[in-house]
């Protein structure tokens, strides 16, 4: 699916919203929540189920999305806060926790790797992949490379 981030964002009352994947967009409200809308219903994104639509995320590289969040962050005071409050964690959990195939988890990683860090709430998914009886060796290796080095 494609994603397009918004440049300029798109400013409404209470959300600025700054991409959009296929119908849905991502934006976040002017106090520091974020939100996927499609149509007029508007989600916050508080759980890991909430970021299912986002998963195309993914498959755009992580520099190129937070490079947008960054400059819409300096363009537009009100969201300086943006993109330390982007759910990342929430998006990379939900590709663990969801997944029946190797694909998300894959794109989930290289943005793990992009970042350089895990954290425990995702190294806690990351280890409860290793249970999965579906997951490949490939993607078995890469999990427990990233959660041996994340300790």
Known sequence: MK?????????????????????????AHLHGEWCIGVGERNTVLSKP???????PLLEMDRVRFYGHLYKVAQDHAELAGIVQSFPEALLLRFSFESSVS???PMKAIDWIKAAGKV???VRESLSAMLNKSWVPQRLR???????????
């Open 119 to 121: 954290t425990p709430d």
């Open 3 to 27: 994603i397009l981030l918004l440049d300029p964002p798109l400013i409404a009352p209470k959300v600025v919203w700054l991409a959009s994947i296929g119908q849905v967009r991502l934006g």
């Open 141 to 151: 290796q890469r999990v427990e490379m990233l959660v041996k080095h994340s300790e």
């Open 102 to 104: 190797d694909y998300w």
């Open 49 to 55: 189920e909430d970021m299912m639509p986002l998963l």
